[in-house]
Structures are given as structure tokens and as C-alpha cells.
């Protein structure tokens, strides 16, 4: 049976070329919205990227990122050369990978679009007070509860068509939740309870300029 984006490397590699720019293009955004306004209100602790080897890039809001060109060349000749050599004798490993690579963009795509409308929502009607700030390992494990969610869907999906491509979603999610559960247990507990103390002290600082105020307001 022919198939579109299995019989030929341009379509399935195009589409991930474009998800993975578009990646890049959406944390940019997000990243800039959050600086101008949101993070009055949400606060992450550390980098506002999750990935650690595009923290600096997306901390400094660079557009064009050296590292990030290089795993775009780097991924997308991986991905040519298992076509080549592999879309014949196995075809189902490329299938595979292709999965990987596509359905792991679509979960953090998901994300970026949340992201992008309550973070200009925020912006722009201020329709959430108070503030809130997330911990680094919550944050981390947040993100890997959501790429198990999308795993077990996938999983769901992949029982009923039988697809290598699907299964490629299974396994790469899977992945992508275990690592960052990973990272949450290795945060530093001292970096967490670190930024807490500089947040409470920071508060009581404000707490004590406007109790001096009102004192001297009373006395005038």
C-alpha cells in the first residue's frame, strides 16, 4: 500500500523541519510574552525553557541559535540517512522514527498554544490577580505527567491501527516523561528552598516600605 510520507524521505523530513522551527518560534514568543507581564503574576523558577541545552539561547531570547541549527542539520541527516538505508529492508524502523520525532513535536506543540493564549490573555486583559510561583521540580514533573498523557493516548490509538508511526509517540513520550522526572529528583533541594527564602524575604521587605508608609502618612 503506497504511502505519502513513507515512500518518499522530502515529506516526512519537511514536516519535521517545520514542526521543530516552529518549536523553536513558539518558545521564543512565550518566552517574550512572560518577561513582558506574565511573570507578574506566574513565576518559574530557573529557565523559563525546559530542555537544558536551549535554556541559555531562550534565557537571552536569541533568534537565530547556533545549537539549535546544529540539531536541526544533525536530526534531519539522521533522519535521511535511516530512509535511506533502512525504508527498504526495514521499513518499519524508519516508520518509527518518524513517529518519534513528529508526535513528540504535536504533544509540545499543544503546550506552546496553551501557553500562547492565557499568556497574552494575561497580557492583555489582566484577568488573573495574586501571583503564583512553580518550583523547578514541579514544573518538571508537571511536564512529564503531561508527555505520560500523551504516551497512554498514543498507546490507545496505536492498539486500534497497529501503526509503527503511532507506536514511535508511545515509546518517544514515554522517553521524554521518565527523563524529566529524572531531572525533578535531581534538582537541587537547596536551589528550591534558595529562591522560597528570597521570595518571602523579598515580600517582607515590601510589607515593611509599605507599613513605613502608612505609619508615616499616620504621623503627617
Keep these: 500500500m503506497s504511502n505519502f510520507f513513507l515512500d518518499s524521505l522530502w515529506p516526512g523530513l519537511l514536516v519535521w ?3 521543530f522551527i516552529s518549536d523553536y518560534t513558539l518558545t521564543i514568543i512565550c518566552a517574550r510574552l512572560y518577561r513582558n ?3 507578574e503574576h506566574i513565576v518559574f523558577e530557573g529557565s523559563f525553557e525546559i530542555t537544558p541545552c536551549f535554556q541559555k539561547d531562550i534565557d537571552s531570547l536569541r533568534i537565530i541559535s547556533p545549537r539549535f541549527l546544529f540539531f536541526l542539520v544533525l536530526y534531519s541527516g539522521l533522519l535521511a540517512m ?3 538505508f533502512a525504508h527498504e529492508t526495514m521499513p518499519h524502523f524508519y516508520e518509527f522514527v518518524l513517529g518519534a520525532l513528529v508526535l513528540v513535536q504535536l504533544k509540545v506543540h499543544t503546550r506552546h498554544l496553551r501557553n500562547l493564549y492565557s499568556f497574552r490573555a494575561i497580557n492583555k486583559t489582566g484577568g488573573v490577580t495574586g501571583r503564583i510561583e512553580y518550583a523547578r521540580p514541579l514544573m518538571l514533573r508537571m511536564s ?8 497512554g493516548l498514543y498507546l490507545v490509538l496505536f492498539a486500534f491501527i497497529q501503526s509503527w508511526f503511532i507506536f514511535g509517540g508511545v515509546v518517544v513520550c514515554l522517553s521524554v516523561a521518565v527523563k524529566h522526572f529524572r531531572l525533578a529528583r535531581k534538582w537541587p533541594a537547596t536551589a528550591t528552598a534558595t529562591a522560597a527564602a528570597t521570595a518571602t524575604a523579598t515580600d517582607m521587605a515590601t510589607s515593611s516600605d509599605h507599613a513605613k508608609e502608612v505609619v508615616q502618612a499616620g504621623t503627617t
Aim: net charge negative.
Design 144 to 151: 512529564a505527567v503531561d508527555s505520560l498523557v500523551f504516551s
Design 37 to 39: 507581564g506574565v511573570n
Design 17 to 19: 523541519n517545520l514542526l
Design 82 to 84: 535511516e530512509w535511506f
